[in-house]
């Protein structure tokens, strides 16, 4: 299992970003996907997922309204796009996804948001 995250950089406040998650060694349209981010000095949180299908998603409060998680199944890869972006988003993000009792996780890549 790989999951490799791109997009990521320094945005101002206000900004948007669109991340990418390339996915590979497992069945992709099979499994729910999920974004998460860790803060320096926080625990890391669930952001979004999405069902394998991508019929429904789901967001943390602080982020409702403002991110769209997605997926492409023909391409192996799950999507999050960032608008209105805060200096409280930064962090670096994850993506996941979990099965046969394991999760596995990307490198993370990291979103910087200036104020």
């Known amino acids: 299992v790989q999951l490799v995250e791109s997009g990521g950089g320094l945005v101002q406040f206000g900004g948007s970003l669109r991340l990418s998650c390339a996915a590979s060694g497992f069945t992709f349209s099979s499994y729910d996907m999920s974004w998460y981010r860790q803060a320096p000095g926080k625990e890391r949180e669930l952001v979004a997922d999405?069902?394998?299908?991508?019929?429904?998603?789901g967001y943390v409060d602080s982020v409702k309204g403002r991110f769209t998680i997605s997926r492409d199944n023909a391409k192996n890869t799950v999507y999050l796009r960032m608008n209105s972006l805060k200096p409280e988003d930064t962090a670096v993000y994850y993506c996941?996804?979990?099965?046969?009792?394991?999760?596995?996780w990307g490198q993370g890549t990291q979103v910087t948001v200036s104020s």
């Open positions: 996941r996804v979990a099965f046969n009792g394991r999760a596995y």
């Open positions: 999405i069902t394998n299908t991508g019929r429904s998603t």
